[in-house]
C-alpha cells in the first residue's frame, strides 16, 4: 500500500518536478497539494502569484489544493502557527509526512525538519542534493513549461521576467545565478507538462517591481536592507473553465 502524504506547492518548477517524481514512485499517494497565500496580497508569498491560478493549476494537475492564509504581518510567529494549524489538519487525514521540492538549502531543510518534528511529522525531499544545472535540464526534457514568475533585480534582468524558461533562456542566466534559482534569485510558474490534464493558458501582461526592507546581522550590529523584486503579471488568456 503507498503512503498518503502531501506536497507543499508554490506553483513552481522545483515543486513540480518533485510531484513528478512521486506520482512515478508507485511508493506514495499525492492526497493533496499545499499553498500558503498572504491573506492581504491574495497572493503566493515572493512568487506573486494570484491564488486563482494556483486553483487553476492544481484543477489542471487533477489533486486537491488545501490552502493556508497568512495574516497581514507575515511574521515568523504567524507562519509558524499557519503551519502547525496545517499539521493538525494533516493529522485528521492521517498523513504525517509532508513533502517539499528543496534542492540545497541546508538551514531551510533542517527548518522545516525541526518544525515538523515538533508535532511529530516528517518531511521528504525528492530533489535533495541533485545538481541544479540537471534538475532543470530534465524538468524541460520531459515537456514541462514554465515562466519566471518573480526575480530579484540585482541578479535578473527585467526583459527575463514573464518569460518561458528554455534552454537558450538558460544561457542568458549570470554565472552567479543558479539555474534553479534555489538560492531565490528567481521563481516560476509552470502551466504544462506530462502531469497536466490540461494546460493553464496564461500570458504575461506587464512587469512590477517591489522594494523590500529587511535586516541582516553584519558583527554585532543589524544592517537595514533594501531589495528590488521584479514580478510578472500573469494572466489568464482565457476563462480556465473555457480552455
Not at 499557519?82 to 534542492?103: H, P, Q, R, W
Request: proline content about 3%.
Amino acid at each position: 500500500m503507498s503512503n498518503k502524504i502531501a506536497l507543499s506547492w508554490s506553483g513552481g518548477k522545483d515543486a513540480c518536478l518533485a510531484l513528478h517524481y512521486l506520482m512515478n514512485s508507485n511508493e506514495y499517494e499525492i492526497d493533496h497539494l499545499h499553498t500558503v497565500i498572504g491573506g492581504e496580497t491574495n497572493r503566493v508569498g515572493m512568487h506573486g502569484i494570484k491564488k486563482e491560478l494556483i486553483d487553476a493549476q492544481a484543477a489542471a494537475l487533477g489533486i486537491p489544493l488545501k490552502i493556508s492564509y497568512l495574516p497581514s504581518d507575515k511574521s515568523n510567529i504567524s507562519y509558524e502557527q499557519v503551519m502547525l494549524e496545517y499539521a493538525s489538519y494533516c493529522k485528521s487525514k492521517n498523513i504525517t509526512t509532508i513533502a517539499f521540492g528543496d534542492i540545497f538549502l541546508e538551514d531551510l531543510k533542517n527548518y522545516r525538519e525541526e518544525k515538523m518534528a515538533e508535532v511529530d511529522m516528517e518531511c521528504l525531499f525528492p530533489l535533495w542534493k541533485k545538481d541544479t544545472a540537471e534538475v532543470i535540464n530534465q524538468f524541460l526534457e520531459l515537456g514541462y513549461k514554465t515562466k519566471i514568475c518573480a526575480g530579484d533585480a540585482a541578479k535578473i534582468r527585467k526583459d527575463l521576467i514573464g518569460k518561458s524558461i528554455t534552454h537558450e533562456l538558460l544561457r542568458k542566466l549570470p554565472a552567479n545565478v543558479d539555474p534553479c534559482g534555489e538560492n531565490g534569485e528567481f521563481h516560476t510558474f509552470v502551466y504544462d507538462g506530462p502531469i497536466f490534464q490540461k494546460a493553464v493558458k496564461i500570458n504575461s501582461n506587464s512587469t512590477q517591481s517591489h522594494f523590500y526592507e529587511y535586516q541582516i546581522e553584519e558583527g554585532e550590529e543589524l544592517k537595514k536592507v533594501k531589495s528590488e523584486f521584479y514580478f510578472a503579471e500573469l494572466e489568464f488568456t482565457n476563462h480556465p473553465n473555457n480552455s
